[in-house]
Each structure stands twice: as C-alpha cells, then as structure tokens.
C-alpha cells in the first residue's frame, strides 16, 4: 500500500487541483477557465435528456462499503438498471464528464458554490436509469427524495468497525496515494475530478475534516438517521446483504432467484485499476515530452540542413 499523507495541506475551497500557488496551479487555472465561460456549468453542456422510458423506481442510500456493489448486482439481477459510482467514471471515459458534474453537485451542496442540482440536472446524469446506489448519489439523500417522490428507498447498512475498515482500505488508501498532486495536475478533468469528487465526498459524510475517522463513524449514523426520520416505514427497507434475496424481493414486489445473492468487494481491484491508470497517464505524457525534447534537439540541424539546400540551390 502506498502510504497516508496526512499531512498534505485542507484544499480552499477556491481549489480545483493544486493548493499552491505557484506556476503549475496558475497553469491549471487558466485551462480550467479557458475550457468554460464565466457562469457556464459543466452540467449544462449535457443534453437535455429524452422523456424516461421507466421510472426511477429504487434508490439504495446506504453509503459506500456497505454492500452497494453487490446492490448494483442484485437490482440488475431483478431487472433494474443501477447508477453506481463506477458508473460516474465510465461516463467520464466516454466523455460525458459525469465526475465534473457531480464535483459541482457537491461543491453547490457543500460551499454553495454554483446553482443546487435539482430534477433537472439530476435527469441529465440519471434519465436511464431505474435505481441508484453508492455515492456520489447516496450524498443527495432529500434531493433524489425530492425528485423521485415515488421510488423506494433502501438504506444498507453495516456495523461501524468493519465498515470503518473497509473505509481505509478502500478511500482513503485511494486518497493517500501519494502521485496524487502529479497526476492530478497531468489530468485536471479526469484524475484530478475523481481525487476531488472522492474528497468531497468525505467532507460531506465528517462535517468537514474529511481525515477524522471518528468524524466519519458519527456522520454515517446522521445519515442513517436522517433516513429514517425522512422516509415513510411502508417505502424503507434497512437492509444487509447477509440477509439475501427474500426481504429485498420481498420490499420491490419481485420473485426471488433460484440462485445465491450476490457478494462483490470491488475496493481492492479498484485501487489497483487506479494505481495503473495513474501509470498510464504519467508514462504518456513522460513519451509526449520525450518526444517533443526530441524534437527540439533535432530542430538545429534540420535548420541547418534545410539552409545548406536552400544556398546550394541558389548557385
């Protein structure tokens, strides 16, 4: 494991990137803000989404690590299409920038930073979905709520300790990787959104000091809490995976199938698919530069090479 650096600096909330203020950061901004004009949001370059084909009919907001990738697996299993956080980034990659989307979500809900998302700008990122699981969106408890007045809810739960655990292998084993302020500046749209959205994400569950464990235990029991005082018994379902296939067949009116439920841990392979992503990108752009030095060097003979043609020519 790569280790935890705690001491790295609180991001301001001016921050996109870099928290210094030298060359690269100034850099940075100038590409941010030359890659939008002043008031734009990134969710409104987003198509106006087609009318819905199905109804947002589930919404799991149990937070992360507490069995939402064996969610995704289960609610498509019974005929849901699920909005996962994996999701986020494979939009991303296909160039719809989800992970943009849901960092101003997230600043608008943390710092007020830009216009709250609504119905609106919650259908451009989910009009193809049936049902949603893990964060970004298990952030946005009262808005989903709000905006899907008739899908169920499921909250997943898991005790504190290895929930805890699970926390530190997976977040914040991501976050203290410690490439994170180089490739964040290589790629400021792609890594560097992902490393924000995942930090926000955190402020959002602690309160604020997104490195306190014990911040985080007591935010994700106000979450549950919260969950509980908001939605009506009759359209909640508390709900562990251990439990299988019968209450939560049971809770969406579905028959339950002849096979076990599924059990998915996705943390591992998730840091590892980061960590080669993260290698990717940096040996891309070292060849990039290897080659463009490359051609500098060369720039002095063909210089001189193309003159001698050219006064030979002239004799």
């Given amino acids: 494991m790569f280790p935890l650096q705690d001491n790295w600096p609180e991001p301001s909330q001016a921050d996109f990137a870099i928290t210094d203020a030298g060359p690269a950061s100034i850099l940075l901004h100038e590409m941010i803000s ?4 002043s008031g734009d949001r990134e969710i409104d370059r987003l198509d106006q989404p087609p009318a819905r084909q199905k109804p947002m009919q589930v919404l799991c907001l149990g937070l992360s690590r507490t069995g939402t990738t064996s969610m995704v697996h289960a609610l498509e299993r019974l005929g849901y299409r699920s909005y996962h956080f994996n999701e986020t980034v494979e939009m991303q990659r296909k160039g719809k920038m989800h992970l943009l ?5 997230l600043e608008a809900k943390l710092y007020g930073r830009g216009a709250a998302f609504g119905l609106a700008e919650l259908e451009k990122l989910l009009h193809e979905y049936t049902a949603v699981t893990d964060a970004p969106c298990a952030n946005f408890v009262d808005e989903l709520i709000a905006a899907y007045p008739d899908a169920k809810v499921v909250l997943t739960t898991r005790d504190d300790e290895p929930w805890l655990r ?13 490439a994170w302020p180089f490739v964040r500046w290589l790629d400021p749209p792609g890594l560097g959104a992902l490393y924000d959205v995942l930090r ?4 959002d569950w602690t309160g604020g000091p997104w490195r306190d464990r014990a911040a985080l235990r007591d935010g994700a029991r106000r979450h549950n809490e919260h969950i509980r005082a908001l939605v009506p018994k009759d359209r909640l379902l508390e709900f562990r995976v251990q439990q299988g296939w019968e209450p939560l067949c049971k809770f969406l009116g579905k028959d339950v199938p002849d096979e076990p439920f599924p059990r998915k841990n996705e943390g591992k392979h998730t ?15 070292v060849v990039l530069v290897a080659v463009s030095l490359l051609r500098m060097a060369a720039l002095p003979a063909l210089l001189v090479g193309a ?9």
């Fill in 271 to 285: 840091l590892t698919k980061l960590r080669v992503g993260m290698a990717l990108k940096t040996l891309k752009v």
């Fill in 307 to 315: 003159t001698a043609l050219f006064l030979s020519s002239r004799r």
């Fill in 200 to 203: 926000l994400i955190l402020v």
């Fill in 34 to 37: 030359s890659s939008k004009s």
């Fill in 101 to 105: 989307c849901w960092r101003e979500a």
């Fill in 166 to 178: 699970s926390m530190e292998a997976s977040y914040y084993d991501i976050l203290g990787v410690s």
